[in-house]
């Protein structure tokens, strides 16, 4: 069965652009999770998607956004670029509806200049 | 607010070692714990998911353990050897449906051959 898939890899963008970052979950798999992480801030929870439906937030700006298709595959958006937003953006899918075994994918790594 | 605390931050120890890594978290009110191993620059791997209800979970040279009531766990890696080298973090479960992590900052374990 393949893994969690994220595109692209890396990224460079310019503060005040915005960004999008793919992820596609293990086949059958319906809850998908972003994280960012950061050498300060470790890893942060962002948002968790289930069946196209937002069900949990973490503390982050309104600027971070996301989605979820029909195919469970997931976007996530980021608008207004800021410096501080260099990080690698992991996204992970799980295969319950509640509290089971979360897959990484291998993250996206945004550099903002 | 959950946090979750690991200890020690850095390990370094001589290949064949058996070591413990140390989890604690402020409220047990979760619904399970996940080990993860990340590689320099890459996603994360899990490695052990126990269940609040359980008390330890194994998978090869690896045992983990969980005391709820006490907010703590540990990771228990027998025969070190130097491919083990790497960052381990825990998580823990929240949120209605448990599929937020909450992580800790890590420890960087190196093995030396």
């Known amino acids: 069965k393949a893994g969690v898939t994220q595109t692209p890899r890396y990224l460079i963008k310019t503060r005040g652009q915005q960004v999008t970052l793919s992820c596609s979950p293990i086949s059958g798999h319906r809850s998908v999770s972003w994280y960012q992480q950061t050498p300060g801030q470790g890893l942060q929870f962002l948002f968790e998607y289930f069946s196209e439906t937002q069900r949990n937030k973490g503390n982050f700006p309104g600027r971070f956004s996301g989605r979820q298709f029909s195919n469970s595959r997931s976007e996530m958006n980021v608008s207004t670029l800021e410096l501080g937003d260099s990080a690698l953006y992991l996204c992970?899918?799980?295969?319950?509806?509640?509290?089971?075994?979360?897959?990484f994918g291998p993250g996206t790594r945004l550099t903002v200049t | 607010k959950q946090e979750v605390t690991q200890i020690p931050a850095a390990l370094s120890v001589p290949e064949g070692e058996n070591l413990v890594l140390n989890c604690s978290f402020t409220?047990?009110?979760?619904?399970?714990l996940q080990w993860f191993r990340q590689d320099p620059g890459k996603g994360l791997t899990s490695l052990l998911l126990?269940?609040?209800?359980?008390r330890e979970q194994t998978s090869g040279r690896l045992n983990a353990s969980l005391d709820k009531s006490s907010g703590r766990s540990t990771l228990y890696i027998a025969a070190s050897q130097p491919g083990d080298s790497a960052t381990y973090l825990c998580?823990?479960?929240?949120?209605?449906?448990?599929?937020?992590?909450?992580f800790g900052a890590g420890t960087i374990l190196r093995v030396k051959s």
């Open positions: 409220d047990s009110a979760i619904y399970n």
């Open positions: 126990i269940q609040s209800s359980q």
């Open positions: 998580a823990v479960a929240l949120g209605e449906y448990g599929n937020k992590l909450v």
């Open positions: 992970a899918s799980s295969g319950a509806k509640t509290a089971y075994e979360q897959y």
